[in-house]
């Protein structure tokens, strides 16, 4: 299988605004190779999608991120059967940092995954194909918040207000890649939150060092199936995907990882754990909830 991928365009009423998605799929077409900015995707623009009923993963970028900087994790997803959709977060990316660490952008984040699904399974391409009772989400950092927001945690403010976020029940596995976790620290914060978790965070991570998340990680119910890994001397953007060469600059921090490690191989190597946690997680919801 090879992958697809498109572009998507979707609006917020809530914010009076549109943003882009990527979306990459499963098909049968060879890659030709796709440029978007400085990045390459293996995949082929407007390719048909594969015939099949695919598992659907969201991905979460970082506070003042992309929805370019996953493409390692969403080409391995759609080469093995995913249809996967980086979306790019209003007022908290890279061209907008407005709202960026601010209580709106994290009340505004997990809306706008919603939308990205709904998006999806409601697109002339790819609603025959998406699955809806199998939906995944990876987030990064603070795309790490967003996805516990979205399955069920409560985040409360640096002030201790409750912060308004409405859970989205489709999705039914998450990944926390160095999760911003601060946001729910007040007691009961997780106690809704049964989906399950697979968590990563950096050893030498100085931003969402592992210690703290794993405090907060420590206060999900009992029940709730919890994977935990700290990667070895990885830092908190190690799990950016490589950059290319003339991004690897010491003025560009989200290039540069801790002397010693090797971005490169971890990003052989963390695609596949991540689908080898997605993929029977998401086959075990499906199969509780038919």
Same mark, same amino acid.
């Given at each position: 299988?090879?992958?697809?991928?498109?572009?998507?365009?979707?609006?917020?009423?809530?914010?009076?605004?549109?943003?882009?998605?990527?979306?990459?799929?499963?098909?049968?077409?060879?890659?030709?190779?796709?440029?978007?900015?400085?990045?390459?995707?293996?995949?082929?623009?407007?390719?048909?999608?594969?015939?099949?009923?695919?598992?659907?993963?969201?991905?979460?970028?970082?506070?003042?991120?992309?929805?370019?900087?996953?493409?390692?994790?969403?080409?391995?997803?759609?080469?093995?059967?995913?249809?996967?959709?980086?979306?790019?977060?209003?007022?908290?990316?890279?061209?907008?940092?407005?709202?960026?660490?601010?209580?709106?952008?994290?009340?505004?984040? /997990?809306?706008?995954? +919603?939308?990205?699904?709904?998006? &999806?399974?409601? *697109? @002339?391409?790819? #609603? =025959? !194909?998406?699955?809806? %009772?199998?939906?995944?989400?990876?987030?990064?950092?603070?795309?790490?918040?967003?996805?516990?927001?979205?399955?069920?945690?409560? /985040?409360?403010?640096? +002030?201790?207000?409750?912060?308004? &976020?409405?859970? *989205? @029940?489709?999705? #039914? =596995? !998450?990944?926390?890649? %160095?999760?911003?976790?601060?946001?729910?620290?007040?007691?009961?914060?997780?106690?809704?939150?049964?989906?399950?978790?697979?968590?990563?965070?950096?050893?030498?991570?100085?931003?969402?060092?592992?210690?703290?998340?794993?405090?907060?990680?420590?206060?999900?119910?009992?029940?709730?199936?919890?994977?935990?890994?700290?990667?070895?001397?990885?830092?908190?953007?190690?799990?950016?995907?490589?950059?290319?060469?003339?991004?690897?600059?010491?003025?560009?921090?989200?290039?540069?990882?801790?002397?010693?490690?090797?971005?490169?191989?971890?990003?052989?190597?963390?695609?596949?754990?991540?689908?080898?946690?997605?993929?029977?997680?998401?086959?075990?919801?499906?199969?509780?909830?038919?």
């Amino acid at each position: 299988m090879h992958s697809g991928i498109r572009h998507l365009q979707i609006f917020d009423s809530r914010q009076s605004a549109t943003f882009p998605a990527i979306v990459q799929y499963p098909t049968l077409t060879p890659p030709a190779g796709t440029q978007l900015g400085p990045y390459h995707f293996d995949a082929t623009l407007a390719a048909p999608l594969a015939e099949g009923r695919f598992p659907v993963c969201l991905v979460s970028h970082g506070g003042g991120g992309s929805h370019l900087l996953y493409r390692t994790l969403s080409t391995h997803l759609a080469q093995n059967g995913f249809i996967v959709v980086c979306l790019e977060h209003l007022g908290d990316n890279r061209n907008d940092r407005s709202l960026a660490d601010t209580d709106q952008a994290a009340e505004h984040r /997990p809306r706008h995954v +919603s939308l990205a699904l709904d998006a &999806v399974l409601s *697109d @002339a391409i790819f #609603r =025959a !194909g998406a699955d809806a %009772a199998r939906i995944g989400i990876i987030g990064h950092s603070m795309g790490g918040y967003t996805a516990l927001a979205l399955v069920g945690g409560q /985040p409360w403010s640096r +002030s201790r207000q409750r912060l308004s &976020v409405t859970p *989205d @029940a489709r999705i #039914r =596995a !998450g990944v926390l890649l %160095a999760p911003a976790t601060d946001w729910f620290l007040a007691p009961g914060a997780l106690a809704q939150v049964a989906t399950p978790l697979l968590a990563m965070v950096g050893g030498r991570d100085a931003i969402t060092p592992p210690e703290r998340v794993q405090r907060v990680l420590s206060q999900l119910p009992p029940g709730t199936p919890l994977e935990w890994e700290v990667i070895p001397n990885a830092g908190h953007f190690s799990f950016l995907s490589p950059f290319p060469a003339p991004l690897r600059r010491p003025d560009f921090p989200p290039a540069l990882d801790p002397a010693g490690f090797d971005r490169e191989q971890f990003h052989r190597e963390l695609p596949r754990r991540l689908h080898d946690f997605l993929a029977p997680a998401l086959r075990r919801s499906h199969a509780v909830k038919t």
